[in-house]
């Protein structure tokens, strides 16, 4: 079975730039999450979506934050514009249901630094 | 308080050793309780879910105390391919559906030869 997809692996970009980043989860996995990880630091989630309607984003800075999973398949997260804080790695996840005891299935990850 | 709470370690252990680590966590009504481990430069991967009866799975064992609310995980016979960080999660959803994890900032785990 094929994991969650993220790219692109890593970015390199000046602060006020725009950046986006995409990901597709596990096929059939209904509810797909956003993470920011910064180093040295657990995962944070962003945004979490229940197909394509957005469950959570308490936590997403929305002045600068975009997240869209339009098909409920999907989704990208943008940034506009960065800061030097919003270096950190970007990490989608998926889980079946969104159940509380659902395994919560990583990607790779977007390493992003903004410089 | 943090939400969830870890030693940071590093914990340098040699090869054959038994390690434990602790996680605390603030919200008493948290449901599900996980381990994830990190690799450096990878994403997290689920070790063990973590059940009210505690669960076992080969050399590694969890356990939840809800009284003093902190889960634990013991790993046993400690192999120098368990160098990685590990991370405790915690869903602290707050409304029906909102199942986010919160994460500690992980324990960093060296097994040395």
């Known amino acids: 079975e094929a994991g969650v997809a993220q790219s692109p692996r890593y970015k390199i970009i000046e602060k006020r730039q725009s950046v986006a980043f995409w990901c597709n989860p596990i096929?059939?996995?209904?509810?797909l999450y956003w993470y920011q990880q910064i180093l040295g630091q657990g995962p944070k989630l962003l945004i979490q979506?229940?197909?394509?309607?957005?469950?959570?984003d308490s936590q997403l800075p929305k002045d600068r934050f975009s997240a869209e999973r339009l098909k409920g398949v999907d989704s990208t997260l943008k940034i506009q514009p960065a800061k030097l804080e919003d270096s950190a790695v970007y990490l989608c996840?998926?889980?079946?249901?969104?159940?509380?005891?659902?395994?919560?299935?990583f990607g790779p990850g977007t390493r992003l630094t903004v410089l | 308080r943090k939400e969830v709470e870890q030693d940071p370690g590093p914990f340098n252990v040699p090869e054959g050793a038994t390690v434990a680590f602790n996680c605390t966590y603030s919200?008493?009504?948290?449901?599900?309780f996980f381990w994830y481990r990190q690799d450096c430069r990878k994403e997290p991967k689920l070790l063990m879910s973590?059940?009210?009866s505690g669960n076992e799975d080969g050399r590694f064992t969890a356990q939840l105390n809800r009284a003093s609310q902190y889960i634990s995980l013991l790993i046993r016979d400690s192999k120098l391919s368990d160098s990685a960080t590990y991370l405790c999660?915690?869903?602290?959803?707050?409304?029906?559906?909102?199942?986010?994890?919160?994460f500690g900032k992980g324990t960093r785990l060296s097994v040395i030869a």
């Open positions: 996840a998926s889980s079946p249901r969104g159940g509380s005891t659902d395994t919560q299935y």
């Open positions: 096929s059939g996995h209904a509810t």
């Open positions: 979506f229940q197909n394509n309607g957005v469950v959570d």
């Open positions: 919200n008493s009504a948290s449901q599900s």
């Open positions: 973590v059940y009210s």
């Open positions: 999660a915690v869903n602290m959803g707050r409304f029906p559906g909102n199942t986010p994890l919160v």
